[in-house]
Nanobody
Framework: QVQLVESGGGLVQPGGSLRLSCTAS????????MGWYRQVAGKERELVAR???????NYADSVKGRFTISRDNAKNTVYLQMTTLKSEDTAVYYC???????????WGQGTQVTVSS
């Protein structure tokens, strides 16, 4: 059974930082592209950042220079370090795992990030 368990969300003031973690089980983690997406109520889910199986990162323009994605294959965990947070970063953040076949596509349950003073 595949599980993606996110943690690290919460309430933070504008300009602050948070680190999200996503630990996977039931998959060969090192073979998967791992990503973070976010969704605001009433809007489509959007890509925030992803890390290829080889560790190459890719970011949405809105978070470049502020967010960093990293992965620890030994721990089956992907991280999203978020700095200089803005109110528009408020969303539910989802972990995503995409494997080497189209049916190997999994989502976490989401973690809420709220940026507010």
């Amino acid at each position: 059974q595949v599980q993606l368990v996110e943690s690290g969300g919460g309430l933070v003031q504008p300009g602050g930082s948070l680190r999200l973690s996503c630990t996977a089980s039931g998959i060969l983690f090192s073979f998967y592209t791992m990503g973070w997406y976010r969704q605001v109520a009433g809007k489509e889910r959007e890509l925030v950042a992803r890390s290829s199986s080889g560790g190459t990162p890719n970011y949405a323009d809105s978070v470049k220079g502020r967010f960093t994605i990293s992965r620890d294959n030994a721990k089956n965990t992907v991280y999203l370090q978020m700095t200089t947070l803005k109110s528009e970063d408020t969303a539910v953040y989802y972990c995503h795992a995409y494997g080497p076949a189209v049916y190997l596509d999994y989502w976490g349950q989401g973690t809420q990030v709220t940026v507010s003073s």
